[in-house]
């Protein structure tokens, strides 16, 4: 199929809703402050073209080609967090400070390009290769849990059937009769005694849609902190793990007693948040803005940061002063 020469802006904002965008060229334009999700990129070439302050969010490039395009972060970060790239080329491109946490390389190639102090957290970089390219700084972070936070998981997701499980003893067992009952009293028993040793350690839960209403209702309020402090939600003993928060604003939020682990806040405006009692190990807390935040009691083992706030961290006392083998950049505690 020849390749047409389309507006990139325009065609990945029409683009929003069936999401497949095949066979192009976009060539020589500035991009900047524009988000793009859920998108394919079939057989693409963007050749020439600047992009700043730009987020290709769960976005698919498929057979794509960058030619001399140059990421800048004058306007902001490029990111491509949670993409995928298959069979696609970076040549001769400059992408400093680039994010691609989580993103997944298939028979992909870095060539003659700048990645200096790029992001690479938590990506399976296994299929691509880097060659002749600079990477002072880069972040090439690979994820690994530790034992006891797989235990951790473990021990909710059981918690959690032992409590359905409960639910159909206590729903059904009357309408069974009592051979039933009899039946699987000892099983009964031992569910009740599993739920009463885990109750305690359960923590509430929230559908990534409920709470990404949520979260929109709160940044609607404004950039006002102390508006945004006043009336911000109370997610306190809340299980968020694993979740995506990137460029949110979530100023005043009441975290305490969640678990985090393995969240993205990178780039978040994070003042007034209370995060006394929470787990955030793993979490990545990169370029993240803080200020008057509470960390009395939190877990805050291999998370992520950047220079400057690790800095901070140090001077407030919140993280040790002396940690081995960090890489330039960005800091895994």
Same mark, same amino acid.
């Given at each position: 199929?020849?390749?047409?020469?389309?507006?990139?802006?325009?065609?990945?904002?029409?683009? $929003?809703?069936?999401?497949?965008?095949?066979?192009?060229?976009?060539?020589?334009?500035?991009?900047?402050?524009?988000?793009? $999700?859920?998108?394919?990129?079939?057989?693409?070439?963007?050749?020439?073209?600047?992009?700043?302050?730009? #987020?290709?969010?769960?976005?698919?490039?498929?057979?794509?080609?960058?030619?001399?395009?140059?990421?800048?972060?004058?306007?902001?970060?490029?990111?491509?967090?949670?993409? &995928?790239?298959?069979?696609? !080329?970076?040549?001769?491109?400059?992408?400093?400070?680039?994010?691609?946490? !989580?993103?997944?390389?298939?028979?992909?190639?870095?060539?003659?390009?700048?990645?200096?102090?790029?992001? *690479?957290?938590?990506?399976?970089?296994?299929?691509?290769?880097?060659?002749?390219?600079?990477?002072?700084?880069?972040?090439?972070?690979?994820?690994?849990?530790?034992?006891?936070?797989?235990?951790?998981?473990?021990?909710?997701?059981?918690?959690?059937?032992?409590?359905?499980?409960?639910?159909?003893?206590?729903? *059904?067992?009357?309408?069974?009769?009592? @051979?039933?009952? @009899? &039946?699987?009293?000892?099983? &009964?028993?031992?569910?009740? @005694?599993?739920?009463?040793?885990?109750?305690?350690?359960?923590?509430?839960?929230?559908?990534?849609?409920?709470?990404?209403?949520?979260?929109?209702?709160?940044?609607? &309020?404004?950039? #006002?902190?102390?508006?945004?402090?006043?009336?911000?939600?109370? *997610?306190?003993?809340?299980?968020?793990?694993?979740?995506?928060?990137?460029?949110?604003?979530?100023?005043?939020?009441?975290? #305490?007693?969640?678990?985090?682990?393995?969240?993205?806040?990178?780039?978040? $405006?994070?003042?007034?948040?209370?995060?006394?009692?929470?787990?955030?190990?793993?979490?990545?807390?990169?370029?993240?803005? *803080?200020?008057?935040?509470?960390?009395?009691?939190?877990?805050?083992?291999?998370?992520?940061?950047?220079?400057?706030?690790?800095?901070?961290?140090?001077?407030?006392?919140?993280? /040790?002063?002396?940690? /081995?083998?960090?890489?330039?950049?960005?800091?895994?505690?």
């Amino acid at each position: 199929m020849e390749l047409q020469f389309k507006n990139f802006t325009m065609e990945a904002k029409k683009k $929003e809703n069936d999401g497949l965008i095949s066979s192009m060229t976009f060539t020589e334009e500035i991009v900047s402050n524009m988000e793009t $999700e859920d998108i394919v990129y079939d057989k693409c070439i963007f050749q020439r073209m600047k992009f700043s302050g730009l #987020s290709f969010s769960n976005t698919i490039f498929s057979e794509c080609e960058f030619k001399s395009c140059t990421f800048s972060e004058c306007k902001g970060l490029v990111s491509f967090n949670e993409s &995928k790239f298959d069979d696609t !080329k970076f040549n001769s491109c400059q992408i400093p400070a680039a994010s691609f946490i !989580k993103a997944v390389f298939a028979n992909s190639q870095f060539n003659d390009t700048i990645l200096n102090n790029a992001n *690479f957290t938590l990506a399976d970089i296994s299929g691509a290769e880097v060659n002749q390219c600079e990477v002072e700084g880069t972040i090439f972070e690979k994820y690994e849990k530790n034992q006891e936070q797989i235990q951790k998981r473990f021990n909710r997701m059981v918690s959690r059937c032992l409590f359905e499980l409960f639910g159909v003893f206590e729903s *059904f067992g009357d309408l069974l009769g009592d @051979e039933f009952s @009899e &039946k699987y009293l000892p099983l &009964k028993e031992y569910i009740t @005694e599993m739920l009463d040793s885990q109750l305690n350690s359960r923590l509430m839960t929230m559908s990534k849609e409920e709470l990404e209403t949520v979260l929109d209702k709160h940044e609607k &309020k404004g950039s #006002s902190l102390l508006l945004n402090k006043a009336k911000a939600p109370d *997610f306190s003993d809340h299980d968020f793990h694993s979740f995506n928060f990137q460029d949110r604003n979530l100023s005043g939020i009441n975290f #305490s007693g969640c678990d985090l682990t393995d969240c993205i806040f990178t780039g978040c $405006e994070l003042s007034y948040c209370n995060f006394s009692n929470a787990d955030l190990s793993n979490a990545i807390l990169y370029g993240a803005h *803080f200020y008057q935040n509470v960390f009395d009691g939190a877990k805050m083992n291999g998370i992520i940061l950047d220079k400057k706030n690790k800095e901070d961290f140090m001077k407030a006392g919140i993280i /040790p002063n002396e940690l /081995p083998g960090n890489l330039p950049g960005s800091e895994r505690m």
